[in-house]
């Protein structure tokens, strides 16, 4: 009961403190258009997203995160604290589920929480925390361990409605985003835990449950896209690609979840001293307990299903763009972490627990520093650009827009909406890209270009535009 308590005060009360200062940061690349025409969403709009898209092929089948998106729009309306509020709580829940899932895999109750508030804290959740428009990996994650939990009952009850339970939650994270369909791998890394003759039996059936709908949602989902969808990727030989893959799932992946680091922004005293004393940390926990060999290979394999629908996403920078993806599999580190707590001495347990806990702090609040300020500079820029054009009639024209800025999503995305949130400016009269999308002679269309060095847009000429 007592550590119920903690576990109900302490976690919201650490997370809540690390990402405080997101509260105030403005929209950011995609949430300015998603925020946008989600105003002019209704019942029928949302509803219409669970059929087949208008333009085949596309790019995404996300319908119920795109309900619940709305859903949050309805609330949350153009005010992003209220935004951010709702992915940190979304985080916050998600972190409970950890914690449900550890003492379903049958951990005591401090490794149970020692796991959950790493993972709570973990350096490479805050792409997944700080941007909006990334609250689909939280969303499908939590809707994955709700499914787990359930499968992780049935195993022990046999009650079908668990199993129910868990296929309904399977259907929703699938229809949520693409990265739950690796469920049907993550559910064959609970076999190690459980090791009742009853229990391999029902995982059988709910493999098979789970798998099943799995590839019925699939089948269905490329007929709604119109093919496998995703972004392209370049034309490469087959050779490097799968030299790349290769690299994203055995060096970065790892190299991200246990040092995440942003090193394209200023690092501070403190932050170089943890990033010179963790691996001593982790040296030091590695001869702390001995794991249990079957679970532990059986979490390192959640952690590579978990990024296989990501896969060619992985190859991540030093400036952590990209690191949401890395969200999902960070659930089978924070187990790593909970069973290497379960097995270690009560005093090691708790040397390792706060060791990791400062460590993960100083990292995720380094990593959090970009999050509050850049998003603060793009705003700045739409509005001063606004103003600049708003003096004077006709379209304005603007190229070479930087995706990312310090590992954070910048204004490539997004920028008309950004525009006309931040200035007033109506977003038709802002054009993005190399040529007008509009066609014939054109006059007094102002041309503007990013300037890296001023951080900022600048006028390179005025007039006609062919």
């Known amino acids: 009961m007592t550590q119920g308590l903690v576990l109900a005060l302490l976690l919201p009360l650490i997370i809540g403190y690390e990402s405080f200062g997101i509260f105030r940061a403005p929209f950011v690349f995609d949430d300015y258009t998603h925020i946008f025409y989600a105003s002019k969403w209704s019942w029928y709009t949302v509803v219409s997203e669970f059929g087949p898209v208008q333009h085949k092929p596309g790019l995404f089948y996300r319908p119920l995160g795109f309900f619940l998106y709305w859903l949050s729009y309805l609330w949350a309306g153009n005010v992003p604290w209220r935004w951010h509020g709702i ?7 998600n972190t409970y589920l ?22 709570g804290i973990n350096g490479c959740a805050t792409e997944a925390i700080a941007w909006i428009d990334a609250r689909f990996d939280l969303i499908a994650t939590g809707l994955t361990l709700a499914t787990l939990i359930f499968v992780c009952q049935y195993l022990e009850s046999g009650r079908r409605a668990r199993l129910a339970a868990g296929l309904i939650a399977a259907l929703c ?22 090791q009742a003759k009853p229990q391999r039996a029902r995982i059988r059936v709910a493999w098979q449950s789970i798998s099943g709908l799995c590839c019925a949602v699939f ?58 004393i963790l691996p001593a940390i982790l040296v030091f926990s590695a001869f702390a307990g001995r794991l249990p060999r079957r679970q532990y290979i059986a979490c390192l394999g959640f952690i ?24 999902l599999p960070s659930v089978g580190l924070a187990v790593v972490w909970g069973l290497l707590f379960n097995q270690a001495r009560s005093r090691q347990r708790t040397l390792l627990v706060c060791s990791f806990l400062v460590a993960n702090s ?5 990593n959090l520093e970009a999050w509050r300020t850049i998003p603060v ?68 269309v102002r041309v503007f270009v990013w300037n890296d060095a001023r951080h900022g847009l600048q006028e390179i000429t005025s007039g006609t535009l062919r």
């Open 219 to 276: 089948v269905y989902r490329w007929w709604a896209v119109g093919g496998i969808g995703g972004y392209a990727v370049s034309r490469i030989a087959v050779s490097e690609l799968i030299l790349h893959r290769l690299n994203a799932l055995s060096v970065r992946e790892w190299a991200i979840l246990f040092f995440p680091i942003n090193w394209s922004t200023p690092v501070s005293s403190a932050t170089r001293a943890v990033a010179a």
């Open 173 to 194: 994270a699938v229809l949520s985003k693409e990265s739950a369909f690796c469920l049907p791998l993550l559910l064959l890394s609970l076999v190690p835990f459980f």
């Open 304 to 327: 590579v299903a978990a990024a296989l629908p990501a896969q060619k996403m992985l190859l991540i920078g030093v400036d952590l763009s990209g690191t949401r993806a890395l969200y």
């Open 87 to 93: 992915s940190i709580a979304l985080h916050i829940g």
């Open 377 to 444: 500079m793009a705003a700045s820029v739409c509005k001063s650009f606004g103003e600049a054009i708003a003096r004077t009639p006709g379209s304005a024209l603007v190229q070479g827009l930087p995706a990312t800025e310090a590992g954070v999503v910048f204004l490539a995305n997004g920028f008309p909406e950004c525009v006309q949130m931040n200035s007033g400016v109506d977003r038709e009269r802002v054009e993005v890209g190399n040529e007008s999308r509009r066609s014939g002679p054109r006059r007094d």
């Open 98 to 119: 950890v914690y449900a899932l550890c003492r379903k895999l049958r951990l005591i109750r401090p490794a149970s929480l020692g796991a959950a508030m790493l993972f």
């Open 362 to 366: 100083v990292l995720l609040e380094h």
